[in-house]
T-cell receptor, first 114, second 112 residues
Framework: GESVGLHLPTLSVQEGDNSIINCAYS??????FIWYKQESGKGPQFIIDIRSNMDKRQGQRVTVLLNKTVKHLSLQIAATQPGDSAVYFC?????????????FGSGTRLQVQP | KAGVTQTPRYLIKTRGQQVTLSCSPI?????VSWYQQTPGQGLQFLFE???????NKGNFPGRFSGRQFSNSRSEMNVSTLELGDSALYLC???????????FGPGTRLLVL
């Protein structure tokens, strides 16, 4: 069943193309950022994270870019596959140890056309 | 390692009832956080428990409560259910010293 917003921004890409999902975060004090993928009927799945002392981090087929100047985060997926179709959320974290909680963006739906 | 598990997966309740949801974290993880996910509000933080103590709390009414046991398993309770409590309730665990949270599949609650 549908577990996320019905009017999410949607990015539609062809299989094999690269995808770029963007996220604007809200708090300039945020020092940790994370991307999750959520498929229908499932919980969010960790993709990649980055701390504010970095501006780029690479994983397997994914890269996260952080621009603190404009409070912008992006997730790049190389050679997008049909299995990448899902809703993608960015989240930010800030605050003292013990008072930290992830604040999530509204999500972007990625549709991969075969 | 087994992932985060949540029970039950689906629940139907009526207004005014109360409900208890359960979460078993990844083995070795001492922190458990709860989130509510709705189409209108997205993912919102409810609270975090660490070593049986509530460490942080989001902006939800007192009808939402939780607890954590000595084995790190956690429960959340919602009393006097309202229609607006219909949502996917997600639990996430982490070691307590690392930031990365790992989510369970969620419990879908429908309030009629």
């Amino acid at each position: 069943g549908e577990s996320v917003g019905l009017h999410l921004p949607t990015l539609s890409v062809q299989e094999g193309d690269n995808s770029i999902i963007n996220c604007a975060y809200s708090n300039s004090a945020s020092d940790y950022f994370i991307w999750y993928k959520q498929e229908s009927g499932k919980g969010p799945q960790f993709i990649i994270d980055i701390r504010s002392n970095m501006d780029k981090r690479q994983g397997q087929r994914v890269t996260v870019l952080l621009n603190k100047t404009v409070k912008h985060l992006s997730l790049q997926i190389a050679a997008t596959q049909p299995g990448d179709s899902a809703v993608y959320f960015c989240a930010e974290n800030f605050g003292d140890t013990g008072r930290r909680a992830l604040t999530f963006g509204s999500g972007t739906r990625l549709q991969v056309q075969p | 390692k087994a992932g985060v598990t949540q029970t039950p997966r689906y629940l139907i309740k009526t207004r005014g009832q109360q409900v208890t949801l359960s979460c078993s974290p990844i083995s070795g993880h001492r922190s458990v956080s709860w989130y509510q996910q709705t189409p209108g509000q997205g993912l919102q933080f409810l609270f975090e428990y660490f070593s049986e103590t509530q460490r942080n709390k989001g902006n939800f009414p007192g009808r939402f409560s939780g607890r954590q046991f000595s084995n790190s398993r956690s429960e959340m309770n919602v009393s006097t259910l309202e229609l607006g409590d219909s949502a996917l309730y997600l639990c996430a665990s982490r070691t307590g010293h690392q930031e990365t949270q790992y989510f369970g599949p969620g419990t879908r609650l429908l309030v009629l």
